[in-house]
C-alpha cells in the first residue's frame, strides 16, 4: 500500500528493480528468480495476475506465461500497478509485487493491511522512525520490519510467529522453545516440604519452589519426560525392541 502523493515516484522505482530480476536456470549467472515449485503454483500466481488484471489493475511488467516448450516451471517477475483492494487479499508466493493508493493516513494504511485472513509478516517504510513503531504495532502480522525486510534483518532470539490464518504457534525465541516443553504444578498444603532444586529422580521433574509462612507451597515442571540413566538409556532399549520386533517377523515369514 502506497501514499498516493509519492505513487508514480515509488512504482517508478520499483519497476527499475524488478527488471533487474530476470527468472532462469540456477547455474545462468544472470539468472535471479529461480522456478516456481510445481505447474499448480505457477497456474495459481497467473490466476491471481489475471484476476487482479481483470478487476481493474495495470500489468506494468510481467504478467505472461512463459511458452509450454519452456523447461521449468519459470514466472517472469510481475508489477502490478493501481490494483483494487478486494483483489490482493489471497496469497499468492510468486514474484508478483501489487501496488495500491491510500490516501496517506495511518487509520487507513493499517485497515486496509489488516483487512486479511493472514498476518506472517508486514514492513513499515518512512522518514518518520516515531510513526513507522506506531504503525508497526497495529499491524496484526508475527514480524513487522521498520524500513527493513523482517525475514533478513531479525536476530535469533526473536519468535517466528504466523498471526491468523498465517500459522499456529511459532519456533525461535523463548516463547518458541517454551513450546517444546510441558509445564507441570505440584500444589501442597502447609507443613508439605517441596524441596527447592532437588535434583530429577527419574521423573525429570525440577522443583522450584519459595513459599511464604503459612501459603501453599508451589513447584514447576522444567522439562519432561525420563530423567537420569533410564531417559539416557530408553532410545537404546526402543532400537532394540524394534530390532526383535523385525526379527521375529521375518523369522515366521520364512
Not at 526473536?158 to 498465517?166: A, F, L, Y
Request: hydrophobic fraction near 40%.
Amino acid at each position: 500500500y502506497v501514499d498516493a502523493s509519492v505513487r508514480d515516484e515509488f512504482a517508478a522505482k520499483v519497476l527499475a528493480e524488478a527488471r533487474q530480476w530476470v527468472a532462469g536456470p540456477g547455474l545462468d549467472a544472470m539468472s535471479k528468480l529461480g522456478p516456481l515449485v510445481s505447474s499448480h503454483q505457477r497456474a495459481t500466481v497467473h490466476r491471481h495476475v489475471q484476476a487482479a488484471k481483470a478487476a481493474g489493475a495495470t500489468v506494468a511488467l510481467g504478467g505472461t506465461l512463459p511458452p509450454e516448450s519452456d523447461p521449468g516451471y519459470f514466472y517472469p517477475a510481475t508489477v502490478l500497478l493501481d490494483v483494487p483492494h478486494d483483489a490482493v487479499r489471497e496469497e499468492t508466493f510468486g514474484p508478483v509485487v501489487s501496488l495500491t493508493t491510500f490516501d496517506g493516513s495511518e487509520s487507513n494504511a493499517c485497515r486496509l493491511a489488516n483487512d486479511s485472513e493472514y498476518g506472517l509478516s508486514a514492513s513499515v517504510y518512512t522518514s518518520d522512525a516515531t510513526k513507522a513503531a506506531r504503525v508497526g504495532r497495529a499491524l496484526r502480522a508475527g514480524q513487522v520490519g521498520l524500513n527493513c525486510y523482517a525475514m533478513d534483518n531479525a536476530p535469533p532470539e526473536c519468535p517466528w510467529v504466523g498471526h491468523k490464518r498465517s500459522g499456529f504457534g511459532y519456533h525461535s525465541g523463548t516463547e518458541g522453545w517454551r513450546q517444546f516443553s510441558t509445564p507441570k504444578s505440584l500444589i501442597a498444603l502447609p507443613g508439605v516440604e517441596v524441596a527447592s532444586g532437588a535434583e530429577p529422580t527419574g521423573g525429570g521433574e525440577q522443583a522450584r519452589s519459595t513459599p511464604s509462612a503459612g501459603a501453599p507451597a508451589h513447584a514447576q515442571q522444567v522439562g519432561g519426560g525420563l530423567g537420569g540413566r533410564a531417559g539416557q538409556w530408553l532410545p537404546i532399549a526402543a532400537a532394540l525392541a524394534l530390532g526383535v520386533v523385525l526379527g521375529v517377523s521375518m523369522a515366521r515369514r520364512r
